[in-house]
């Protein structure tokens, strides 16, 4: 008991099951605290990538402008261009609204074929089916005061998040000053490349994955223009947009034009060619896009890419699921520099060994194995000779 207590290397030493206790219960708190604050903390999520994609151009400003008109010029530029994107999607939908009565005959002769099939095959009576639908459409209607709840915190943060950016970066040097003063001297240079790669790496992965989105959206709306599908220029630049949830967005992305040219064409044919058009950008998007323009220091397996994503959208939905990724990357980075959490990031990334670290242990155990017999068979052939002596 006093070697222990005079130890403080070993006091401190606790078994596995109790570290792996603590560990999950860390991990619940923290993803309740942030499911619970994700309506503060998702829009300050958004302002940090931001300020971070917009330092550079406000660093140059600086030298021209002061401080704060260099930055609120940097944030007017980047809404300029989001409101140009907006009036874009707009003059989209206008257009789109004008083809809308035509989308409502056809959708209504697909439901009475739909509701037809449901009645021979499944045995559900009509009456019955539109006493559902109309029970859901009656849930949605008690729900209008939510959805106006809804739109006006949505517009409240769309307020916040310039402030928040305008902030962040008129603060940038009394935040970096408490990231290196919070830490020892010592670990000064670590935490100093930490933050340089994380700036890198968001900055590499955020640029990039805008030029995809843009390169992608050109790429959808060509193939559906080229098909006759109505509003392609909107169904294709949406499709991008969805592009950027990793792996999953593609996916959802196909249905859109897919149901557009359901209710508006007839037979299967073009519904097969969007199949294909957007199965070959997929694998134009995968096989260049994504590593020539989306390039980035930190690399995460799919594996991983897609738990993060899905579990992302679980906490905080569609901007869960985009913040998601970045996060990993930081994440990435800092136990790819920390020596105990140096496997966690190898697990993270997508370096795949040849040969796994069992495998070289176990040649190694079975060298250890090998010299222990035959150190017990010199010994016993020692201890032999010693007898033989003694006699």
């Known amino acids: 008991m006093s070697d222990i207590s005079n130890n403080p290397v070993e006091s401190k030493k606790y078994p596995f099951f109790i570290k792996a206790t603590v560990i999950l219960a ?25 300020a971070i994609l917009l330092n550079p151009l406000c660093n140059w400003l600086q030298h021209r402008l002061p401080r704060g008109i260099a930055i609120f010029c940097s944030i007017l530029l980047a809404i300029a261009l989001v409101g140009g ?26 439901l009475m074929n739909m509701e037809n099939w449901v009645n021979m095959h499944l045995g559900i009576a009509t009456n019955k089916q539109v006493e559902m639908i109309n029970n859901a459409l009656h849930e949605r209607e008690t729900n209008i005061g939510q959805t106006l709840s809804t739109i006006f915190s949505g517009l409240a943060v769309l307020v916040l998040i310039p402030i928040y950016v305008f902030f962040l970066l008129f603060y940038k040097p009394l935040i970096l000053d408490f990231l290196f ?88 044919t073009v519904q097969l060619a969007i199949l294909a058009s957007y199965l070959l950008i997929q694998l134009i998007d995968n096989n260049i896009l994504i590593p020539k323009v989306v390039s980035s220091k930190v690399k995460i397996n799919a594996l991983f890419s897609i738990l993060a994503v899905l579990c ?49 242990w176990q040649a190694r155990w079975q060298l250890i194995f090998i010299r222990k017999k035959q150190r017990a068979a010199e010994f016993r052939i020692e201890e032999k000779h010693h007898n033989k002596e003694e006699v």
């Not at 499709?239 to 064409?265: C, E, F, H, Q, R």
């Not at 679980?314 to 959490?341: E, H, N, Q, T, V």
């Open 26 to 50: 860390g991990v619940v708190i923290l993803c309740f605290v942030l499911h619970l604050l994700s309506s503060v903390l998702i829009p300050f999520a958004f302002a940090c990538l931001i």
């Open 312 to 360: 992302g959208g679980l906490l905080a939905g569609y901007s869960g699921m985009f913040l998601a990724i970045p996060f990993i990357a930081i994440l990435k980075i800092i136990f790819d520099r920390i020596d105990g959490l140096k496997p966690w990031g190898h697990l993270l990334g997508t370096t795949i060994p040849e040969v796994h670290a069992g495998v070289k």
């Open 85 to 110: 994107l907006l009036y874009f999607l707009s003059t989209q939908i206008l257009a789109f609204r004008e083809t809308l009565p035509a989308l409502k005959t056809k959708s209504q002769m697909i």
């Open 181 to 268: 003063q919070v830490f020892l001297v010592k670990h000064s240079l670590r935490v100093a490349e930490i933050l340089g790669e994380t700036k890198t790496a968001i900055q590499r992965y955020v640029l990039g994955l805008l030029t995809e989105m843009a390169i992608v959206s050109a790429l959808n709306s060509i193939a559906l223009l080229a098909l006759g599908v109505r509003s392609a220029i909107l169904i294709g630049v949406i499709g991008g947009i969805l592009n950027t949830i990793p792996y999953l967005g593609g996916i959802i992305a196909i249905a859109l034009p897919m149901m557009m040219a359901t209710v508006t064409k007839d037979g299967y």
